[in-house]
């Protein structure tokens, strides 16, 4: 099973000035995905307790796992919390008190990053594929296997 990543416009924020905590969807829930050469739609089914539970979760800037951590959710347990809504994943942690934190932090109050992006898996079947009446390449996740950041 081959690693994707895929981005989430408009969904990430500071809870407010004062404080450190961010919050995001990293899934959301039947909604169309830009066209890549095929338009992507996520199932509810895709993710439950059981995917979160056998994944270990980084927090990282861009992907880039050299710059450091905001945080993680190992297993299910962590600084980053996830939470399973009936439209999508959410996610929250409170930035660490670190460059990288304070650097998120300043990108986030300046409107830099709008975006969320997560790396995963599909299980084995768990896809499907299929044109549409418009002949338009359609891909249909029903299970994911992992996340990874």
């Known amino acids: 099973m081959e690693k994707e990543i895929r981005n989430i416009s408009d969904v990430i924020k500071r809870s407010n000035e004062e404080s450190r905590l961010v919050e995001g969807i990293a899934i959301k829930f039947n909604a169309e995905s830009q066209d890549m050469g095929f338009i992507e739609t996520i199932l509810p089914s895709a993710i439950d307790e059981d995917t979160i539970k056998r994944s270990d979760i980084f927090c990282y800037l861009n992907h880039n796992e050299d710059r450091g951590v905001l945080a993680r959710s190992r297993y299910g347990v962590g600084s980053l919390k996830l939470e ?5 994943l959410y996610y929250s942690f409170e930035a660490p008190k670190t460059q990288l934190g304070d650097e998120l932090l300043s ?5 830099e990053i709008t975006t969320s992006s997560f790396a995963f898996t599909v299980a084995e079947g768990g896809d499907k594929w299929y044109r549409d009446s418009e002949g338009v390449l359609r891909r249909e996740i029903i299970k994911i296997d992992r996340l990874f950041d």
């Open 84 to 88: 399973i809504r009936e439209d999508g």
């Open 107 to 111: 990108y986030l109050q300046r409107g």
